[in-house]
Nanobody
Framework: QVQLVESGGGLVQAGGSLRLSCAASGSIFNINTMGWYRQAPGKQRELVATITSGGSTNYADSVKGRFTISRDNAKNTVYLQMNSLKPDDTAVYYC???????????????WGKGTLVTVSS
């Protein structure tokens, strides 16, 4: 019943910026940690950034200082502000969220279908 939908991907020149959004909808009681992952052509999916329900953040070394993760709990939405983009940032970006759908349920991880970010040199 829970669905995560990413938006904001596209084509951008190196040095430019993009802002990704991911909105969770459906049967949601609580959302714990939310995060962004990416998968570049020929590479494994990797962690980009995470943010806890309390606002604590964690970033991959490759994006520290350039990307910022944030969330709007009222909107069940997580954002990824990407600045100073590099061609190596080209990937499909996926959001995920650790969600409890009811009081009696355990938290489980849900994934979006991804949004493509292409950075040209």
């Amino acid at each position: 019943q829970v669905q995560l939908v990413e938006s904001g991907g596209g084509l951008v020149q190196a040095g430019g910026s993009l802002r990704l959004s991911c909105a969770a909808s459906g049967s949601i009681f609580n959302i714990n940690t939310m995060g962004w992952y990416r998968q570049a052509p020929g590479k494994q999916r990797e962690l980009v950034a995470t943010i806890t329900s309390g606002g604590s953040t964690n970033y991959a070394d490759s994006v520290k200082g350039r990307f910022t993760i944030s969330r709007d709990n009222a909107k069940n939405t997580v954002y990824l502000q990407m600045n100073s983009l590099k061609p190596d940032d080209t990937a499909v970006y996926y959001c995920n969220a650790d969600i409890r759908i009811s009081i009696g349920a355990l938290y489980k991880v849900y994934w979006g279908k991804g949004t493509l970010v292409t950075v040209s040199s």
